[in-house]
């Protein structure tokens, strides 16, 4: 009956010592995730940063090439509306007879 204690009481050592292996395992598995976690992190904010950057770049870029694409279109319409001859009285005429009838 001895022996049988004395088996027991080992095998709970040993199945102490397994699971303070575990927990130590999982601990240091836990730390190299969260290490890992925080690199990839980092990385992926500088990056993002970049890429950011660049593509505010561009953003920026196309937006004043747009704007003075319009503004050239507007400029050369409203030279095209004032290079246009004018004929005031055959316009109030028009305006009279339509309106006036």
């Known amino acids: 009956m001895a022996e049988e204690i004395d088996v027991i009481q080992h095998l709970i050592e040993v199945e102490k010592e397994a699971a303070l292996v575990i927990h130590e395992a999982q601990d240091e598995a836990d730390s190299r995730i969260a290490a ?3 690199k990839a992190d980092a990385e ?3 990056q993002y940063s970049v890429m950011y950057e660049q593509l505010e770049g ?7 090439n747009a704007k003075s694409a319009h503004d050239t279109a507007i400029s050369q319409y409203k030279q095209s509306l004032e290079s246009t001859p004018k004929n ?3 316009f109030s005429a028009l305006m009279d007879s339509l309106l006036f009838k």
């Open 36 to 38: 890992a976690r925080a």
């Open 44 to 46: 992926f904010k500088a």
């Open 58 to 64: 561009e953003a920026k870029e196309k937006m004043a």
């Open 88 to 90: 005031k009285e055959a």
